[in-house]
């Protein structure tokens, strides 16, 4: 048994393994910014919790980025398109993401609220179009069997950028006094770690971008609707079950999603320090971040990927339970250690095997349009449903909201012994 997994640890010697986890970090550390980051912020500029709570909903435009998909997917970009149609995208969008994080770096947010808040937007709008370019990239970029251990190493990167744009942010505000603003200007920098990759990385193999131009514009119009758009929501209906997967995928991370806006402001209120959520964060959540998403990966390429969502979605449940303990006993930075650690590890486990059974869900000829369309409905009700969660705290306390998100992991496991039939 132990060769079987030596075996299986191989896969993470590819080259193409620091090339994932260089653009997983150009894909997640914008999230932060738009949510924990954010929130911090807010509740440091005294905002309201349940605005900090409706803030939430900046990150709509995650939830119908399938909308544009086709476009990504299929529509050559002037001036970049010689790049080839994956890597044009890529670069576009990184570069409209940096603008519009440096946007959000001019703001007061007690000043100019919904200023901010549009600039937010704009950064989601910016970071989804990239996510729907990235993603396909690393479905084309990887065989079957690989793409469990390529989903972690992008997962891995993926966290660590939120890091550096969450822990990242808060450390450079307590150990250089800079404020808030100066701090969203430096975190911005981030955005050429994804250029700066894609500018020496192959195109993948696949179809050429459709150009639209020309004379018979509606004859090639009503075409790439037909494929773009019409073909991938079919295909995709021919699953006898694929309501069912669409509640799943909605389901499957909802604890998550619901606590997520206002876990800053938790930490804050316990009386932690930025420097302290910092230090924490930086040190012992990234080592528990790396863990997780390499152990997702191996389980992923252990076991099949059922057991893999299992696992991951038990311990994502259970490990909200360690905010009730945080809560109970309050400003303790070897329980928020505890708690950090086990949050990261639970939810680089989760987060790998969730999107390898996303990626796995994609036909190669509609990846990017595809993915989009599951990754949006993924978040789409959770935004909306996760925006309450400052009305909630207005109810109840600390203590009784973290219990409530976890069992709001109950329903998506259930789900999984009856997706996981249907698969067989």
């Known amino acids: ?17 620091i ?43 995650y939830s119908f980025k399938w909308l544009w998909a086709p476009v990504v997917d299929r529509i050559g970009i002037p001036f970049f398109h010689k790049m080839g149609r994956r890597r044009s995208w890529a670069v576009f969008t990184q570069i409209l993401l940096l603008l519009s994080i440096l946007g959000m770096s001019r703001i007061d947010p007690k000043a100019h609220i919904y200023l901010l808040a549009f600039f937010a937007v704009l950064v989601v709008i910016a970071s989804a179009s990239q996510d729907i370019v990235l993603d396909a990239y690393r479905i084309e970029t990887f065989a079957p069997k690989e793409q ?8 891995l990167g993926y966290r660590i950028g939120m890091l550096f744009s969450g822990a990242g942010a808060l450390w450079f505000i307590h150990a250089t006094n800079l404020g808030w603003n100066s701090v969203y200007l430096l975190v911005a920098t981030g955005s050429f770690v994804g250029i700066f990759t894609i500018l020496f990385i192959k195109e993948p193999e696949g179809e050429p971008a459709v150009p639209i131009k020309g004379a018979d514009y509606k004859e090639k119009l009503n075409n790439f609707y037909k494929t773009s758009v019409v073909e991938p929501m079919r295909d995709f209906m021919k699953r006898t079950d694929w309501k069912i997967i669409l509640l799943f995928v909605f389901l499957y991370k909802m604890s998550d999603a ?18 302290e959520i910092a230090k924490i ?6 080592i528990a971040t790396i863990a997780g998403g390499i152990v997702g ?29 945080q809560a109970h006993v309050g400003n303790d930075t070897d329980c928020l250690t505890m708690t950090i650690a086990v949050e990261n ?44 969660s400052g009305y909630l ?27 996981g039939r249907k698969s067989d």
């Open 148 to 155: 469990g251990a390529g989903t972690a190493m992008f997962v």
């Open 393 to 419: 705290l207005t109810v109840t306390d600390w203590s009784m909201f973290f219990i409530i998100t976890t069992l709001m992991a109950l329903p998506g496991l259930l789900l999984i012994p009856y997706i």
């Open 1 to 17: 048994m132990f060769l079987q997994w030596i075996k299986a640890g191989k896969v993470y010697l590819d080259r193409r393994m």
């Open 281 to 286: 964060t930086k040190i012992y959540g990234m």
């Open 297 to 325: 990966g191996l389980i992923a390429s252990r076991y099949n990927i059922y057991k893999t969502l299992f696992i991951g979605g038990v311990l994502q449940g259970l490990s909200n339970l360690m905010f009730v303990v």
């Open 258 to 275: 619901y606590m997520g806006p206002m876990v800053y402001p938790f930490y804050d209120d316990m009386g932690f320090s930025e420097g």
């Open 19 to 61: 090339v994932m986890t260089l653009l997983g970090f150009a894909s997640g550390f914008p999230m932060s910014l738009v949510t924990s980051t954010l929130s911090l912020w807010l509740n440091k500029s005294d905002i309201s919790k349940k605005t900090i709570g409706l803030f939430s909903l900046v990150k709509t435009p």
């Open 345 to 388: 590890v639970a939810g680089g486990i989760g987060t790998a095997a969730f999107v390898a059974y996303l990626s796995s869900l994609c036909n190669i000829k509609y990846t990017a349009t595809q993915y989009a369309l599951l990754s949006s409905f993924m978040s789409l009700l959770r935004d909306i449903v996760s925006s309450s």
